[in-house]
């Protein structure tokens, strides 16, 4: 029978007593999902009303994620009211996409915080001049301190405080290969380096992987195949996999690299963040090993700095070159605050909290989403999504997307063959820990719910 809303029982406004009606009537299994509702005009004509009051109901069913019209086919059912309490909710934590950690909220760490740049204000004008490249005495020390917790003591004509990871990884890049040269990466690599990659006109290619990463087997073979000019690896809590190389792999990798005399570049923005060490190549290989430290994900991604050791003092030459003509020097004022920081152990407490709050989301992740529908680290700061047939990588971000909540498709991170069906969902960064388990709640929700019955958020 043609579907008529019951307004009798409603002392509603009319507009807003349509919109209850469907949403009992899809509750009590009148309407099902799927069902068409009759044209606004019909229903208009069939209720003796005006045609805005109907309109006006279609629009605030479709508000609440009950009903959506598709153009030249009618309006049909979406789902059941929860469904539609569910987008509303999920709209309070909007971008899941940008891989930051947990912004800290403790009163007595902001103290702290506020303290070291009250310090670093106590020599003002003095940040505001030209400093020498590569950091001061001071902060080397500071950066030597810091690097000492991954078992690193590199020799200060080694290392060099850089205005950041990306500016790091573009010089050291720059000076390894040229335009049309093959630079070797994970299969599923960061974006970053992909960006880095084209803009310098190198060829990336991405290397076989399997549950340890990136096989001995697949580096060996691309050596003798390609002659590449480095091998680029985000080895700890990698993203977007989260993954961490074994510390077998990681020798029997340094091995084949050794082999080949093939430069590694080592990308380590997470490598501070996991209690349990395993040693980075820049200790088991360093005569072959640029190591870039970053401080965005174990600090904050606004504190523009990062720690470079070089394979040796003459290697770093035509680095040096390469970073001062494209920045001069890293911001004074930046590297400061993070010497601070660091000697007085603010850094160490940053580091603390973003490691119990990281896992305290991921503990979330694990009770909200489906048993084994996700892929993470107990510290890392996303989630790696293979998704369920039916869906595929673009229908469910866009899914996501309608409802208010940003994750990034495989596409970005593809390196080595087609995009796998899975995308990256990121749960630090400013978004609250309440924020976060309601856009969980969806994503569960959607990974449950097969695609057809979403296709208006398609």
């Known amino acids: 029978m043609p579907w008529t809303p019951d307004l009798t029982l409603s002392d509603k406004p009319r507009y807003l007593a349509i919109a209850d009606v469907i949403a009992a009537d899809v509750t009590s299994g009148r309407l099902a999902v799927g069902d068409r509702l009759p044209p606004q005009r019909t229903l208009a004509k069939r209720l003796d009303m005006d045609f805005t009051t109907v309109a006006r109901g279609y629009a605030e069913a479709r508000k609440r994620g009950l009903i959506d019209s598709r153009v030249g086919q009618g309006t049909f059912v979406l789902g059941a009211p929860k469904t539609a309490a569910l987008r509303a909710s999920a709209r309070l934590s909007a971008d899941l996409t940008m891989n930051l950690p947990p912004e800290p909220t403790e009163p007595e760490l902001l103290e702290m915080m506020r303290g070291g740049l009250a310090q670093v204000g106590r020599d003002l004008v003095g940040r505001l ?137 080592e990308d380590d923005a997470y490598g501070f963040i996991p209690t349990r060490k395993i040693s980075p190549f820049a200790a088991i290989a360093p005569d072959l090993t640029w190591h870039v430290a970053g401080l965005a994900k174990c600090i904050g991604a606004g504190l523009r700095a990062a720690y470079v050791v070089a394979p040796s003092a003459k290697a770093s030459w035509p680095f040096v070159a390469a970073l001062r003509a494209a920045n001069v020097m890293a911001s004074p004022l930046t590297v400061a605050l993070a010497t601070a920081w660091i000697e007085d152990g603010t850094a160490d407490a940053i580091l603390r909290f973003i490691r119990a709050e990281t896992a305290a989301r991921q503990k979330l992740a694990t009770e909200i989403l489906p048993a084994g529908s996700f892929v993470a680290d107990p510290l890392s ?77 398609i």
């Open 381 to 457: 700061f996303n989630l790696w999504i293979p998704l369920p047939a039916p869906w595929n990588r673009s229908s469910f971000v866009g899914h996501l997307r309608d409802t208010g909540i940003g994750v990034v498709a495989s596409d970005a991170f593809a390196a080595g063959g087609p995009p796998s069906e899975a995308v990256r969902v990121c749960i630090g960064g400013p978004s609250t820990r309440d924020e976060i388990r309601r856009a969980l709640e969806f994503i569960g929700h959607a990974l449950a719910e097969p695609p057809e019955l979403a296709s208006s958020y």
């Open 129 to 265: 001049r030209y400093q020498g490249f590569g950091g001061s005495p001071a902060d080397k020390d500071a950066a030597s301190a810091w690097l000492g917790r991954r078992a690193l003591v590199p020799t200060q004509d080694r290392l060099f405080v850089t205005p950041g990871a990306h500016a790091a990884l573009l010089g050291i890049l720059g000076i390894l290969a040229k335009p049309g040269d093959v630079v070797l990466c994970e299969a599923v690599t960061y974006p970053g380096v992909r960006a880095i990659a084209a803009q310098l006109g190198i060829r990336l290619v991405g290397l076989a992987m399997d549950a340890d990463g990136v096989t001995p087997a697949a580096l060996d073979e691309a050596c003798e195949r390609l002659g590449p000019k480095a091998l680029y690896l985000n080895p700890t809590l990698q993203n977007p996999t989260t993954l961490t190389i074994s510390e077998e792999r990681r020798a029997a990798l340094a091995d084949v690299a050794r082999l080949h005399d093939l430069p590694i570049v």
